[in-house]
T-cell receptor, first 114, second 114 residues
């Protein structure tokens, strides 16, 4: 079972920031928050991940609350090409154990409108 | 960096035949590779995990004799769907994980069994 909950869908206007929420209230201390996205008929694309500090890269920013029970993925200037299903996944570090695998939930469908 | 390729991107075969799908990590060594399956309008389901040089570990409900996985090198894993039937028609996606502990996904293979 996925350990995260996400709203099923949201939309935003092109050029505006898209803030995608994720709840992971049962996250363990050694579990990271990963975000991937899947554009229709393609494999998932890695976006960003973090443990407890906020993270930023060329694609997005990840804001994790202090209690780590929720996080927000921010796409600062959404474009039409950002329309996709976004998956928030918690995963423990390391190479062994069931929790070290990526388990996909239903994700959130982001629709960017012109 | 972190590019994973799959071949073929799409295949159509007759019922009863076997189909081999290749997954390659192009610019990193993948100690672990994963195979997922995705049916229309559903999320990705993990089928199996393979470590280089070891037997694959299959998820519950996945038939190991039907879905043969070989991970003979640090850059190549193959999935063979044996005696394929129409219910095996799906989108098969591989992913690879190396020293950075982040999973990167291939573009997927669309299998249609007639």
């Amino acid at each position: 079972d996925a350990k995260t909950t996400q709203p099923p869908s949201m939309d935003c206007a092109e050029g505006r920031a898209a803030n995608l929420p994720c709840n992971h209230s049962t996250i363990s201390g050694n579990e990271y928050v990963y975000w991937y996205r899947q554009i229709h008929s393609q494999g998932p694309q890695y976006i960003i991940h973090g443990l407890k500090n906020n993270e930023t890269n060329e694609m997005a920013s990840l804001i994790i609350t202090e209690d780590r029970k929720s996080s927000t993925l921010i796409l600062p200037h959404a474009t039409l090409r950002d329309t996709a299903v976004y998956y928030c996944i918690v995963r423990s570090a390391g190479y062994t154990g069931a929790n070290s695998k990526l388990t996909f939930g239903k994700g959130i469908t982001l629709s960017v409108r012109p | 960096g972190a590019v994973v390729s799959q071949h073929p991107s799409r295949v159509i075969c007759k019922s009863g035949t076997s189909v081999k799908i290749e997954c390659r990590s192009l610019d990193f060594q993948a100690t672990t590779m994963f195979w997922y399956r995705q049916f229309p309008k559903q999320s990705l389901m993990l089928m199996a995990t393979s470590n280089e040089g070891s037997k694959a570990t299959y998820e519950q409900g996945v038939e190991k004799d039907k879905f043969l996985i070989n991970h003979a090198s640090l850059t190549l894993s193959t999935l063979t769907v044996t005696s394929a039937h129409p219910e095996d028609s799906s989108f098969y996606i591989c992913s690879a994980r190396g020293a950075t502990d982040t999973q990167y996904f291939g573009p997927g293979t669309r299998l249609t069994v007639l």
